[in-house]
């Protein structure tokens, strides 16, 4: 795989940047990465790591030069680390992000980009419960999506480069519009972490069991929920609040559906239940068929998921 971008700089040194250090390393991607991270602890980590060429104490310092300066920071924190950066980016360069959320991240960040630099924003669907600079790892994007959500008027030279850079590090791409990456990714991702949250909540409410029981005899489907729910609470706080249409769209959804199965199992309807469970578990095939995850009975536990 050959160079793609002279120098990139990553902001934000947690699981979505480490992860691109690494896999743009191990391919070849880049001149030179700089990194920076707020605290001083992270940079002291990735320092001593070795996570990026040149760790930065300003973010101004990793982006002066940069081809490409991939924002990679809580989707609430964009628009400001987009602000102090902006008098720093290079002519003919390009800024992306890696957040969860798309409508917000154009709304926040748009506005700071200056004229004649470029603005694509991205998102990588690969994720672990994990955070932190010492998370991360070439393999995060192998086989999965990264989804480009060009505004209007991209350039499609600086489109195809990134598209490239994401490829290089295994990804499979795809380009897609803002309002319909969130809608999309409510029904996905953020409803069902929604879920989890609530159901370990849940468990965690009925403490009589919490203490004894619901750890000691974790079946499979609280498991995972409970992985789930590990999950990065800033990262999470600002998905929800930043894509609260699409989420409160599929959650009214939701509900409506957990009320007719509530009814199903109430009136006894067995045939209601059967068909749809039925209909559910050829989702999960086609998940497996796509190559999105592993058929193996613990859910593919012994490799990172997800
Ligand atoms: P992470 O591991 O928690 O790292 C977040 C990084 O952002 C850290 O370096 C942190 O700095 C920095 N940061 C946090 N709050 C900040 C603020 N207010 N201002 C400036 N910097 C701040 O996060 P991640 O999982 O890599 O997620 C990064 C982005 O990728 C998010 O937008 C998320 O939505 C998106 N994403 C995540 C996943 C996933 O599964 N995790 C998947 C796809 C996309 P310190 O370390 O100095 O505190």
């Known amino acids: 795989m050959s160079q793609v971008y002279d120098r990139v700089a990553l902001i934000g040194l ?77 002519p003919g360069a390009t800024v992306t992000d890696v957040g969860s959320v798309k409508r917000h991240v154009i709304q926040a960040v748009g506005p700071e980009i200056p004229e004649g630099v470029h603005f694509i924003p991205a998102h990588p669907l690969a994720g672990t419960e994990h955070s932190g600079p010492e998370s991360g ?25 990134l598209r490239a850079l994401w490829e290089g590090m295994g990804s499979n791409v795809d380009e897609m519009d803002a309002d ?34 619901v750890i000691k005899y974790s079946a499979a489907g609280f498991r995972d929920f409970t992985r789930i729910a590990a999950s990065d609470p800033t990262m999470w706080r600002d998905v929800f609040l930043t894509n ?13 559906e957990l009320f007719a199965l509530q009814r199903a199992i109430r009136t006894g309807d067995g045939e209601q239940l059967f068909d749809y469970f039925t209909r559910t578990r ?9 190559g999105q995850d592993t058929d193996a009975p613990d859910f593919g536990r012994g490799k990172t998921t997800p």
């Open 137 to 161: 790892f070439a393999e995060l994007f192998d086989n999965r999506w990264c989804l480009l959500v060009p505004v209007d008027g991209s350039d499609p030279d600086a489109i195809a480069r």
């Open 244 to 256: 609260k249409d699409a989420t409160l769209e599929i959650l009214g959804r939701f509900t409506e």
């Open 180 to 213: 319909h990456h969130d809608l999309v990714l409510a029904v996905t991702s953020h409803a069902p972490h929604l879920i989890a949250y609530t159901m370990v909540g849940v468990a965690d409410d009925l403490r009589r069991v919490t203490d004894t029981e």
């Open 14 to 90: 947690g699981l979505i940047a480490s992860s691109m250090f690494w896999a743009i390393k191990r391919a070849g991607l880049a001149g030179e990465v700089t990194g920076y991270a707020r605290s001083e602890a992270t940079r002291d980590t990735a320092r001593r790591i070795g996570l990026c060429d040149r760790v930065c104490d300003t973010a101004q310092e990793a982006v002066e030069g940069a081809d490409l300066v991939v924002l990679c920071v809580p989707v609430g924190a964009m628009g400001a680390v987009a602000k102090d950066i902006t008098s720093v980016l290079k």
């Open 282 to 290: 050829a989702i999960r095939r086609g998940i497996i068929d796509a």
